[in-house]
C-alpha cells in the first residue's frame, strides 16, 4: 500500500467551529488532492496541490482552503463548518500529472458536522 | 470538458457468472480513462487505466476493459465473478484539456450473491 495517512480519521464536530484535517505521505509523491465522497456523486475535487506552496482549486471548493509547506503534508481546512460539509474525505496522491497516472487514495475520513 | 455516466448504480450477480459494468465518457481530448475500486470502509484502488495503447486493458483481480471510440465506452468485465469483488467501482476520465484532475461517475455497486 502507497504510505498515505490521513487525521483524524472519524471527527464529529459543530457548526461554525473550524476544522483542519491532514494528509501525509510518505512517497515523496509531487501531486496531492483532497476529495469529498457524497452518495450520489462519486468523488469530487475539493483542492489539489501540485508542489510545495502550489495549490489550486476543484470543483467544489467553496468553504475550504489548503497549504503544504512541506512535500508529505497537505492540509485541508474548513474554514466554518456547515452541516452540507458532512462527508467522507479523501486525500490521494500521483506521481506526476494524473492524466495518465495512478492516484493513491488514503483511508478517508468521516467528518460529521452537527 | 470531461463527463462520464456509470450506467447503472446497483449490480447484482451470482458467484460464477460474469460481470458488466457500464460506463460512457464524454471528452474533447483524447482521454485516459481508468477503472477504480472500493470495498467498504476504504480508500479507492486502481483496477486498471487506459491511456491510448492498446485498446483491451486487462487489469487485476481478472477484470479488463474495452475502449471504445466509436460508442465513447469503457465498459468493466469480468468473466466470472466471485464474492470478494463485491464492492463499489468507479469509472473515471481525464484528458489534456480537464488539467491535473480526473472526473469520477457516480460509482456502481456490485453485489455478489451465492
Known amino acids: 500500500d502507497a504510505g498515505i495517512t490521513q487525521s483524524p480519521r472519524h471527527k464529529v464536530t459543530e457548526t461554525g467551529t473550524p476544522v483542519t484535517l491532514r494528509c501525509h505521505q510518505t512517497?515523496?509523491?509531487?501531486?496531492m488532492y483532497w476529495y469529498r465522497q457524497d452518495p450520489g456523486h462519486g468523488l469530487r475535487l475539493i483542492h489539489y496541490s501540485y508542489g510545495v506552496k502550489d495549490t489550486d482549486k476543484g470543483e467544489v471548493s467553496d468553504g475550504y482552503s489548503v497549504s503544504r509547506s512541506k512535500t508529505e503534508d497537505f492540509l485541508l481546512t474548513l474554514e466554518s463548518a456547515t452541516s452540507s460539509q458532512t462527508s467522507v474525505y479523501f486525500c490521494a496522491i500521483s506521481e506526476s500529472d494524473p492524466w495518465s497516472n495512478e492516484q493513491f487514495f488514503g483511508p478517508g475520513t468521516r467528518l460529521t458536522v452537527l | 470538458a470531461q463527463s462520464v455516466t456509470q450506467l447503472d448504480s446497483h449490480v447484482s450477480v451470482s458467484e460464477g457468472t460474469p460481470v458488466l459494468l457500464r460506463c460512457n465518457y464524454s471528452s474533447s481530448y483524447s482521454p485516459s480513462l481508468f477503472w477504480y475500486v472500493q470495498h467498504p470502509n476504504k480508500g479507492l484502488q486502481l483496477l486498471l487505466k487506459y491511456t491510448s495503447a492498446a485498446t483491451l486493458v486487462k487489469g487485476i483481480n481478472g477484470f479488463e476493459a474495452e475502449f471504445k471510440k466509436s460508442e465513447t465506452s469503457f465498459h468493466l468485465t469480468k468473466p466470472s465473478a466471485h464474492m470478494s469483488d463485491a464492492a463499489e467501482y468507479f469509472c473515471v476520465v481525464s484528458d489534456r484539456g480537464g488539467g491535473n484532475k480526473l472526473t469520477f461517475g457516480t460509482g456502481t455497486q456490485l453485489k455478489v450473491e451465492l
Open positions: 512517497e515523496n509523491h509531487r501531486y
